[in-house]
């Protein structure tokens, strides 16, 4: 595990470290990388694995380290260990590997993107019923660090209370981190997503809010899209580089929840009224948690069969129905045969008269205009009902698919 320090010391760790396997690897004083990474192939007997992990770390106290690394995969045709190079921070990862310009570029086996862990898991990790693993899962999102963290604690209210809300919580500083890790530019990201948190999510509005032209922010925000910070959203249907209509969303949970309810409140939380902003955030619980309900149902489409029937990439739809009225769809999938298309709503409620509710939904979706005579199969994502109807999944069903 790489450190932020002097080249030296790391040598001097990492040696130290290999030396726990081989006996007086770590008694050499190495004085530069190559020399270490050479002697370690020279001393070995048998096969094994060096994994550097934060390797960002690394690359900061010693520019040259990935022309080194090159050097030996390049010349050492005999190597008697493999190398696993990992990093937390994306940008740095992706320029040092996957940079046409970079020296470790095209060198590398298999490259992994290790991205969070599906929403389906948090059921086990947290040991707690599907709905409350909705509830959850909207705040701590797919880290697993996160889970970790959350089930030292007894109680929700505790763990958002003292991991992230409180201002020696670990988490609270955690975006800042993260960015300063990620890119070269944190106070712009910071403030673009904190501006979408509160509610702007149109390039103009998030432009007027930033007092800045919007074609500023076209690089920051694409950053922001590829780091899985942010995404955009364009009504089923449309292409998305071409789409009027585009709108952005904070597309990680856990930093959805920071910068809707911890940025606006950093004043009352630096004075230590930590019960009153979870208040705050408990008043809205439903409609929060709903917004990340939506994003599980429309994730989890396809994943399975639904009705025996395979469909693609379910998306929302908003628009104009053929009697000329806005209409809004929460889910809208295409079969992969081309032959059906899904209409479902999502509801973070407990829901009766189920049956009435799908035959509303196929009446409102016989309205789109671009039906073209596939055959609606409607279906409904609800918290909970006691109704036994066909095409209505809970959260047990969503969660089961996503895993």
């Not at 920051?220 to 955009?232: A, F, S, W």
């Not at 408990?282 to 409609?287: D, F, H, M, Q």
């Not at 396809?302 to 053929?322: C, E, H, S, V, Y």
Request: one cysteine or more; hydrophobic letters at 40%.
């Amino acid at each position: 595990m790489a450190q932020q320090a002097d080249e030296s010391i790391q040598r001097m760790h990492l040696a130290k470290t290999i030396g726990e396997k081989i006996i007086g690897f770590d008694s050499v004083v190495y004085p530069d990388w190559e020399s270490l990474f050479v002697n370690l192939n020279n001393v070995l007997k048998e096969q094994l694995t060096l994994c550097i992990d934060e390797l960002p770390y690394l690359v900061k106290g010693s520019p040259s380290l990935p022309g080194i690394i090159q050097k030996v995969v390049d010349s050492i045709t005999d190597r008697k260990y493999h190398l696993i190079l990992c990093g937390s921070s994306q940008q740095m990862m992706q320029g040092l590997i996957l940079d046409s310009s970079a020296p470790l570029y095209g060198r590398a086996d298999e490259i992994m993107k290790i991205t969070p862990l599906e929403a389906g898991w948090i059921t086990h990790a947290l040991e707690c019923n599907s709905a409350q693993s909705v509830v959850e899962y909207s705040v701590w999102g797919g880290v697993p660090r996160y889970w970790e963290l959350r089930v030292e604690e007894k109680t929700f209210r505790s763990a958002i209370r003292n991991i992230i809300l409180d201002r020696f919580g670990v988490l609270h500083d955690e975006p800042v981190r993260l960015f300063l890790d990620d890119m070269r530019e944190s106070v712009q990201a910071y403030s673009i997503l904190s501006v979408v948190g509160n509610g702007s999510n149109r390039l103009s509005e998030i432009a007027g809010k930033l007092n800045k032209p919007s074609t500023q922010l076209s690089r920051p925000i694409d950053n922001l899209i590829q780091l899985g910070y942010l995404k955009r959203e364009v009504p089923y249907g449309e292409l998305e580089k071409n789409s009027k209509k585009g709108i952005y969303k904070i597309s990680d949970p856990f930093m959805n929840f920071y910068f809707t309810f911890v940025v606006p409140n950093l004043s009352r939380l630096e004075l230590g009224l930590t019960d009153k902003v979870y208040s705050t955030f408990e008043s809205k619980l439903a409609g929060y948690v709903s917004f990340e309900w939506e994003n599980l149902c429309r994730r989890s489409v396809p994943m399975k069969a639904i009705t025996g029937i395979d469909f693609d990439i379910a998306q929302r739809w908003w628009g104009t129905n053929l009697e000329g009225k806005p209409m809004e769809l929460d889910v809208v999938a295409e079969s992969t045969d081309k032959k059906y298309l899904l209409v479902g709503e999502c509801k973070w409620s407990k829901i009766t008269g189920t049956t009435s509710l799908l035959k509303k939904l196929e009446e409102k979706a016989s309205l789109l205009p671009f039906l073209k005579g596939r055959k609606i199969i409607s279906v409904l994502y609800v918290m909970e009902t006691f109704e036994t109807t066909a095409n209505v999944f809970l959260p047990s069903d969503v969660l089961d698919r996503l895993q």
